[in-house]
């Protein structure tokens, strides 16, 4: 495990010109979790009526880009308390971007980790990112979208992996395929479509990419991503969710393995582009990943 390269910054999560603002923030994740909360809100989140030209911004893909539109409202400190209808409008991976961009430019090893959280809806299992930063002994799992003034039940700062309160989508698939669980209960909501064994498929490689600090947004398509399973490669999701769980517990081989595939093997990996299918206006459109974000 290369803990270096996770305290350097991805294209993703780099702030660009404004280093300083996330040098300002200190670096224990529960202040960084609230400022990050103080600068984006859910663009579906309850109680909260966002103007709907402004929905857009949920599709920023970029650090430097989301604190683009935070400071043009709000030329101040990240911790500056902000209206919450003021916010930038993002979700989960935004929340969990930021928050890496963050410990990375302090040097502090941390990366995202795709799956699914139980703890949201009752009997749900709704595709959520969380980030993972490394304390100096071990890795540990955070929800900075999470309120802790809400009724939890557990230190949304310090998940624990073997709680099933959030599981990655490796485990899901894994879970799948011996046939433990019902896909049906994974996916984007109660009532929407996008659920099941297909998107769980998906969000395989979606995990292996956030991985290897490719941070795409959770709508984002490409490589061998489907959305039926007769077209798909079980036995490639197969593979690679066993190596991914088999890094997760510290076997250096399997994290090695993911990095080689990831680079040789074109179904894995976004390329120069991906397919982009925005949860606001429900068109797809095509996103050149080398174009300048300035």
Same mark, same amino acid.
């Given at each position: 495990?290369?803990?270096?390269?996770?305290?350097?910054?991805?294209?993703?999560?780099?702030?660009?010109?404004?280093?300083?603002?996330?040098?300002?923030?200190?670096?224990?994740?529960?202040?960084?979790?609230?400022?990050?909360?103080?600068?984006?809100?859910?663009?579906?989140?309850?109680?909260?009526?966002?103007?709907?030209?402004?929905?857009?911004?949920?599709?920023?893909?970029?650090?430097?880009?989301?604190?683009?539109?935070?400071?043009?409202?709000?030329?101040?400190?990240?911790?500056?308390?902000?209206?919450?209808?003021?916010?930038?409008?993002?979700?989960?991976?935004?929340?969990?971007?930021?928050?890496?961009?963050?410990?990375?430019?302090?040097?502090?090893?941390?990366?995202?980790?795709?799956?699914?959280?139980?703890?949201?809806?009752?009997?749900?299992?709704?595709?959520?990112?969380?980030?993972?930063?490394?304390?100096?002994?071990?890795?540990?799992?955070?929800?900075?979208?999470?309120?802790?003034?809400?009724?939890?039940?557990?230190?949304?700062?310090?998940?624990?992996?073997?709680?099933?309160?959030?599981?990655?989508?490796?485990?899901?698939?894994?879970?799948?395929?011996?046939?433990?669980?019902?896909?049906?209960?994974?996916?984007?909501?109660?009532?929407?479509?996008?659920?099941? %064994?297909?998107? #769980?498929?998906? *969000?395989? =490689?979606?995990?292996?990419?956030?991985?290897?600090?490719? &941070?795409?947004? +959770?709508? @984002?398509?490409?490589?061998?991503?489907?959305?039926?399973?007769?077209?798909?490669?079980?036995?490639? %999701?197969?593979? #690679?969710?066993? *190596?991914? =769980?088999?890094?997760?517990?510290?076997?250096?081989?399997? &994290?090695?393995? +993911?990095? @080689?595939?990831?680079?040789?093997?074109?179904?894995?990996?976004?390329?120069?582009?991906?397919?982009?299918?925005?949860?606001?206006?429900?068109?797809?459109?095509?996103?050149?990943?080398?174009?300048?974000?300035?």
């Amino acid at each position: 495990m290369d803990l270096d390269d996770y305290r350097r910054h991805s294209p993703y999560s780099d702030p660009g010109r404004h280093r300083g603002l996330l040098d300002a923030v200190a670096t224990d994740i529960r202040t960084v979790a609230a400022t990050v909360r103080n600068v984006i809100v859910h663009y579906r989140a309850g109680g909260v009526e966002l103007p709907d030209d402004r929905l857009e911004e949920v599709n920023s893909r970029w650090v430097d880009r989301i604190l683009d539109t935070d400071q043009s409202r709000f030329p101040v400190p990240l911790t500056t308390g902000r209206p919450t209808a003021e916010r930038v409008a993002g979700c989960c991976r935004d929340h969990t971007l930021l928050s890496i961009a963050i410990l990375r430019q302090h040097g502090i090893p941390s990366r995202s980790r795709v799956g699914f959280a139980s703890y949201l809806t009752p009997g749900w299992h709704h595709d959520h990112v969380l980030i993972e930063y490394w304390d100096g002994h071990r890795w540990v799992w955070a929800d900075p979208e999470l309120d802790p003034a809400g009724d939890w039940g557990f230190d949304g700062c310090d998940i624990d992996p073997g709680a099933g309160l959030f599981d990655s989508a490796a485990r899901v698939w894994s879970a799948y395929r011996a046939g433990a669980i019902d896909p049906e209960v994974y996916g984007v909501a109660p009532g929407m479509s996008v659920r099941g %064994a297909w998107f #769980i498929y998906d *969000l395989v =490689l979606l995990e292996l990419a956030h991985r290897q600090k490719d &941070e795409l947004l +959770l709508w @984002d398509r490409f490589g061998a991503m489907t959305d039926d399973l007769a077209n798909a490669d079980l036995t490639l %999701a197969d593979e #690679i969710a066993a *190596l991914l =769980l088999e890094a997760d517990d510290g076997d250096e081989t399997a &994290e090695k393995a +993911l990095a @080689d595939r990831y680079a040789t093997d074109s179904r894995l990996r976004p390329g120069a582009q991906v397919r982009s299918l925005s949860p606001v206006s429900n068109t797809v459109s095509t996103v050149d990943l080398r174009v300048s974000r300035r």
